[in-house]
């Protein structure tokens, strides 16, 4: 969750005319675990030419994860037969367009190729979970009901990965250097060479 200026985290609280959306936050596993980021069109109506994760609106009678599996197809040509979704992140709520966000992890082996839908991404690529910790600078955000200071990403050569998107993904991240450091420390049911 994204930090006040006195170092509060608070959970904003979507009215309830907000928009439900989902979206698709795909790790795929192979070389090295790297995550999908696309640029928006700039022909979209609401974040438009920013770096996002594939989602969108989850319609009458979906799930979050319905809904993820369903832009991702959409979008980026990737079929829900070739990911498997483990879970959901935090919730998260983005004033200017109203909506509130149901961030669906899903894994695939590889980093697939992507099919765009040009009508609503201009771009798709992976980027390295490896080289995205530690290299966020902080920004400030301005919103309705307060400043916060979120995590920025210089992943792209013209357009910085900031707002919501790095909101999700610094929790994606946090999880995975919890992964990262559960694999680096022997467990205690290890045997040791005892000489």
Same mark, same amino acid.
């Given at each position: 969750?994204?930090?006040?200026?006195?170092?509060?985290?608070?959970?904003?609280?979507?009215?309830?005319? =907000? %928009?439900?959306?989902?979206? =698709?936050?795909? !790790?795929?596993?192979? *070389?090295?675990?790297?995550?999908?980021?696309?640029?928006?069109?700039? %022909?979209?109506?609401?974040? %438009?030419?920013?770096?996002?994760?594939?989602? +969108?609106? !989850?319609?009458?009678?979906?799930?979050?994860?319905?809904?993820?599996?369903?832009?991702? @197809?959409?979008?980026?040509?990737?079929?829900?037969?070739?990911?498997?979704?483990?879970?959901?992140?935090? *919730?998260?709520?983005?004033? #200017?367009?109203?909506?509130?966000?149901? #961030?669906?992890?899903?894994?695939?082996?590889?980093?697939?190729?992507?099919?765009?839908?040009?009508?609503?991404?201009?771009?798709?690529? @992976?980027?390295?979970?490896?080289?995205?910790?530690?290299?966020?600078?902080?920004?400030?955000?301005?919103? #309705?009901?307060?400043?916060? !200071?979120? *995590?920025?990403?210089?992943?792209?050569?013209?357009? /910085?990965? @900031? +707002?919501?998107?790095?909101?999700?993904?610094?929790?994606?991240?946090?999880?995975?250097?919890? @992964?990262?450091?559960?694999?680096?420390? #022997?467990?205690?049911?290890? /045997?040791?060479?005892?000489?």
């Amino acid at each position: 969750m994204p930090r006040f200026p006195d170092g509060q985290v608070r959970d904003v609280t979507p009215p309830a005319n =907000a %928009r439900k959306s989902a979206v =698709a936050v795909v !790790i795929g596993s192979s *070389p090295e675990p790297s995550v999908l980021l696309t640029l928006r069109s700039t %022909r979209l109506g609401h974040h %438009r030419g920013q770096l996002s994760f594939p989602g +969108g609106r !989850i319609e009458d009678g979906e799930t979050a994860s319905e809904a993820a599996l369903r832009e991702l @197809w959409e979008e980026v040509g990737i079929a829900r037969t070739h990911v498997r979704v483990l879970g959901k992140l935090s *919730p998260f709520y983005t004033p #200017p367009s109203n909506s509130a966000i149901e #961030p669906v992890v899903m894994v695939c082996a590889d980093r697939l190729e992507c099919m765009l839908n040009y009508d609503e991404v201009e771009e798709a690529f @992976w980027v390295s979970l490896e080289e995205l910790l530690g290299s966020a600078v902080e920004r400030i955000w301005e919103l #309705p009901y307060g400043t916060m !200071i979120v *995590p920025q990403w210089l992943v792209h050569p013209r357009v /910085p990965l @900031w +707002g919501a998107t790095a909101v999700i993904l610094s929790e994606l991240l946090v999880l995975y250097e919890g @992964w990262l450091s559960q694999r680096a420390t #022997p467990s205690a049911s290890t /045997p040791t060479d005892q000489h």
